[in-house]
T-cell receptor
Framework: ETGVTQSPTHLIKTRGQQVTLRCSSQSGHNTVSWYQQALGQGPQFIFQYYREEENGRGNFPPRFSGLQFPNYSSELNVNALELDDSALYLC?????????????FGPGTRLTVL | GDSVTQMEGPVTLSEEAFLTINCTYTATGYPSLFWYVQYPGEGLQLLLKATKADDKGSNKGFEATYRKETTSFHLEKGSVQVSDSAVYFCALSESRDDKIIFGKGTRLHILP
């Protein structure tokens, strides 16, 4: 069983640029959630995708957007990057409808904005 | 809104010492409670969970009991090992398919 994978591992961008992060969900999972983890902080929920639709959103501006594809993989896009966007971005996959619906996390993408 | 508060770190202990990491929560409903662990260079792993009051979650020698009356979910281990060195996050989720709300994390260092 393949776990959650994310790419790239590390990324360096400059202010104002745009970035796309990718996540492949675990086999059998249909839901992907994205979290932002700033240095020294706990992860914060960005949004969740289920059946290719946004299914809940945290307190993040519209320049954070996402997609989910028919194979349940997902992308996180961030436009007009700001210095404060520097963080570890985690995705988690799960399967909605299960009694024991655990979210499994990927290793993350470390984004640095200069 | 919902929130999780956990003790500040870092926490430094000697091997075989007793560990407690305090966690309290604020929630409007009856959330599920979790402890996640993040080892250096790795993603988050679920350590244990409890879904209703008085439930005890346990794994790898760690335990935590869901205390509704004190809104707490303290993590304990009777004898820590060097390999337990990591960052520990207390977290909650209001429903099975809902977002997870995390505390700020507690870094644990175990000295040999």
């Amino acid at each position: 069983e393949t776990g959650v994978t994310q790419s790239p591992t590390h990324l360096i961008k400059t202010r104002g640029q745009q970035v796309t992060l990718r996540c492949s969900s675990q086999s059998g999972h249909n839901t992907v959630s994205w979290y932002q983890q700033a240095l020294g902080q706990g992860p914060q929920f960005i949004f969740q995708y289920y059946r290719e639709e946004e299914n809940g959103r945290g307190n993040f501006p519209p320049r954070f957007s996402g997609l989910q594809f028919p194979n349940y993989s997902s992308e996180l896009n961030v436009n007009a990057l700001e210095l404060d966007d520097s963080a570890l971005y985690l995705c988690a996959s799960s399967r909605q409808g299960l009694v024991d619906n655990e979210q499994f996390f990927g290793p993350g993408t470390r984004l640095t904005v200069l | 809104g919902d929130s999780v508060t956990q003790m500040e770190g870092p926490v430094t202990l000697s091997e075989e010492a007793f560990l407690t990491i305090n966690c309290t929560y604020t929630a409007t409903g009856y959330p599920s409670l979790f402890w996640y662990v993040q080892y250096p260079g790795e993603g988050l792993q679920l350590l244990l969970k409890a879904t209703k009051a008085d439930d005890k979650g346990s794994n790898k020698g760690f335990e935590a009991t869901y205390r509704k009356e004190t809104t707490s979910f303290h993590l304990e281990k009777g004898s820590v090992q060097v390999s337990d060195s990591a960052v520990y996050f207390c977290a909650l989720s209001e429903s099975r398919d809902d977002k997870i709300i995390f505390g700020k994390g507690t870094r644990l260092h175990i000295l040999p």
